[in-house]
């Protein structure tokens, strides 16, 4: 792991590295109305940056937690996904950083209704609220311990891990529909239906 000062192995001065993309980000993330278009650019890769996003969502440099939550929300709003790697990106470089699952965590729901029926809001790690539908939908995934682990999809190929306790309430307000000629259990919100598992089994678990 690389020392304060020190360079990783692909030549990335970390403390330099880190400051000049705070300063980069803070540019960006003024200039810009919303978030910042990280879409649009592609400027040279500079190597990794020794930061880790943890399966709970907290970000961690150098093996230490980054306990400021704005440079964390500073941060998040220049993520970008290329394939299965993640990179901060601003208009003059871009270095790349481990993320143990997904990128954010949802940590907050609240429901409302609209003309198409329930509409569910999920509020990120990051303060984000995303609204559930055909754009921004979940997915359920085999859990490591068994059970079923939600994501939500929150931009660009970006997802949210979803906590337990608010999976537990998603069970709770779970319906059956008929899905390509079979029944399924899952949740519906901003006029689409997201399957969980197929109903008589989750019937049979009960």
């Known amino acids: 792991m690389a ?15 880190l400051d000049r993309l705070t300063s980069a980000a803070t540019q960006a993330g003024t200039s810009a109305k919303g978030l910042p278009p990280v879409h649009l650019w592609n400027p040279p890769f500079c190597g990794d940056l020794d930061m880790r996003i943890a399966g709970d969502g907290s970000w961690y440099y150098m093996g230490t937690p980054i306990g ?8 998040s709003t220049i993520l970008k996904r290329e394939g299965d790697r993640y990179f901060l990106v601003t208009p003059v470089e871009k270095v ?3 993320v143990d699952d997904a990128p954010f965590t949802a940590v907050e729901m609240r429901t409302e209704s609209d003309a ?3 509409l569910l809001h999920f509020r990120t790690n990051v303060d984000d609220w995303v609204a559930c539908d055909a754009e921004h939908r979940l997915r359920f995934e085999p859990g490591d311990s068994g059970g079923l ?3 939500l999809h929150v931009r660009a190929d970006l997802w949210a891990k979803v906590t337990r306790a608010l999976y537990y309430e998603l069970v709770d307000m779970g319906e059956e529909r008929m899905i390509d000629g079979r029944v399924m259990f899952g949740v519906g919100s901003g006029g689409a239906f997201f399957p969980m598992a197929d109903a008589e089994e989750v019937r049979a678990a009960l």
């Open 3 to 17: 020392k304060q000062g020190q360079t990783t192995d692909s030549g990335l001065d970390t403390a330099n590295g």
């Open 68 to 75: 400021r939550p704005a440079l964390v929300r500073l941060f």
């Open 96 to 98: 790349g950083i481990r």
């Open 116 to 118: 198409r029926g329930p």
């Open 149 to 151: 682990t939600p994501y």
